[in-house]
């Protein structure tokens, strides 16, 4: 195919069909994801920034903000590790069972979450299959322990879906050079493989991390959603609205949004970087 093809027009002169396709998708997106999106921040702020401020403030929304951050971090640091570990392996190696293995680790993308905090009852529960065996004061449901748990199931194959694919495109040209100069396999490792997956490990951490303070169908499973002690920001916004303080619900989704848009903008804008070897 001509290289140059792409850059044929169709038209000569003004291109009608642009305009009216650009129109299109933004009145798609307009009830869909737009004005959603904009009535949080319309609703949050109608009442003036000190309201709003004082909502976002009370002791319950800030703790449930902070032990959001703090499981989404655990559950992102345990999955990256185990993601960069996997990838690696199943990138490098062929056996029997391999893909097998694969649709193992992707299939908590395709269980719904609320299945999967039941699962986690199910197993660690106190009438658990092995939550029984554990002493009454080292349960770990309904405690952050189980937060966590659930982050890591629910976002279990996020990091390794980003590395995997690069892993296995990478040029081994490098690592071939590295080991023929007499560098150990984890010298190769440390020093030529892991920096070429820069771009995919902070993309994974971001998407990780994203996913896992969101995370609400699980977590309401094996938290308990107890206000100041297991109550994430996604429980936090249930339970206010449920009460009927809206406006401590909005509060608490605004920060949310924000941070979810911030996340997900130096994904797009930082790409160039975060792809570069």
Known sequence: MNPNFSSVKHTRGFDVVKPLSITALLMFMLPLVLLPLSSIFIFGFSSGLHSFWAALTTPDAIFALKLSIVTSF?????NLVFGLFAAYVLARYSFWGRNAIIVLISIPTAIPTAVAGFALLLLWGPYGLLGRFLPTDTQ?????YAIILANIFVTFPLAFGVIMPVLETMN???EEASATMGATRWQTFW???LPSLRGAIVGGALLTFARAVGEFGSTILVSGNLSGMTQTAPLYIFAKFNEGQVEAANAVAVVLAVFSFVIFSILFFARDWLEAE
């Open 74 to 78: 655990w559950a992102t640091v345990f």
């Open 140 to 144: 770990i449901m309904f405690t952050p």
């Open 172 to 174: 081994r040209s490098l």
């Open 191 to 193: 020093h030529v493989t």
